[in-house]
């Protein structure tokens, strides 16, 4: 009996030490999953090192900046937020044609900041068939050339691109979605190269977009994940909430370009405070706080498993346009008031 309460007393730091583990794991899979893109297209915005701070104080482990910007990397120096950097969608016409092009960009935007956790390299931002990057293979080339000078860089830094709802069709039910096939002309190759990869695809998700335009048909309430009955049956599957919906469509729509295996990071989602139809600060709260407990539990495609989400966006930009919506979709004003509570914990 003596040797079995030693067993059990010596056992103790090791069960705390395992518990320990388990209570980090959790949080890294819940907190950790949601970040907030971080835009610039505004007047009088906080300095790049009061909003890094601002990610700290509010406990946002992770960041989104759609192109370099030396004072925000500097600022991110040391700080510990995993970062999504875009090549911007004007670069990468020039990134495909040169390898040194590509080489030069990584070295003066992620090799010279060694201590910034970059966790993502997007190269473009919805990429559409008329843009130059979307012409044959231009944006499979970037991409290529990008990830070659990182591998040569010596980093381990994953390439993808960032696409949007608006390159899919049939999403309803959403095992019918599919590519629309002018995208899946250019992005069929951007798919082979992320499953060798085994990088992920990131794409914007809005489902204030589709309530918007559906002329009464989407119930506000599927929109903002309030709905409690009548939602969508989609054998095997069942969607209480849009968001769910649209994020299993661009799945199904993988599964038909061979993508399978590829995990999806929902790299923007939001709802504007003001501008437009259900825009409005309760509906940016609800739908924001909802998401963000929603996303740990995983879509019914990939139940128990967290979606990395990135929520749009840090501040309000009143440069932005033309629609007067794109203007107020902050979870912040420039001044670093909240424009409503949200809890990343």
Request: with cysteine; proline share 5%.
């Amino acid at each position: 009996m003596k040797m079995s309460g030693v067993r059990m007393l010596a056992s103790a730091p090791l069960l705390m030490f395992l518990l320990s583990l388990l209570v980090a794991s959790f949080f890294d899979t819940t907190a950790g999953q949601i970040g907030v893109c971080y835009g610039e297209d505004g007047n009088n915005l906080p300095s790049n090192s009061e909003v890094v701070a601002m990610y700290k104080q509010y406990n946002i482990q992770r960041m989104r900046m759609y192109g370099p910007n030396p004072k925000a990397l500097e600022a991110l120096r040391g700080s510990n937020i995993e970062f999504i950097l875009d090549v911007p969608n004007g670069d990468i016409e020039g990134i495909a044609n040169s390898q040194m092009n590509a080489n030069t960009w990584v070295r003066d935007n992620v090799q010279k900041y060694s201590d910034v956790r970059f966790k993502y390299i997007s190269v473009g931002n919805e990429v559409k068939p008329e843009y130059p990057a979307g012409k044959g293979m231009v944006l499979i080339q970037a991409m290529q050339n990008i990830d070659r000078a990182v591998s040569e860089a010596g980093l381990s830094i994953k390439v993808s691109t960032t696409t949007y709802m608006g390159a899919f069709t049939e999403t309803y039910p959403p095992s019918h979605g599919r590519f629309r096939d002018e995208y899946r002309n250019f992005l069929q190759p951007v798919i082979d190269f992320l499953v060798q990869k085994r990088s992920p695809l990131l794409v914007n998700i809005y489902t204030y977009f589709s309530y918007k335009d559906s002329n009464g048909d989407i119930p506000l309430q599927y929109a903002l994940f309030t709905q409690t009955n009548g939602g969508v049956t989609d054998s095997p599957y069942y969607y209480q909430n849009l968001f769910d919906a649209n994020l299993d469509s661009v799945y199904a729509a993988l599964e038909k370009s061979g993508g399978q295996s590829l995990e999806i990071v929902v790299s923007e989602t939001g709802w504007p405070t003001r501008g437009g139809l259900g825009a409005n600060v309760e509906n940016a709260r609800t739908y924001v706080n909802n998401l963000i407990q929603h996303v740990k539990k995983g879509s019914p495609r990939t139940r128990g498993k967290a979606i990395e989400t990135y929520i749009f966006a840090m501040f309000n930009e009143d440069k932005k346009g033309p629609q007067e919506y794109e203007k107020y979709w902050g979870l912040f004003f420039p001044d670093k008031k909240p424009q409503y509570d949200v809890n990343f914990n």
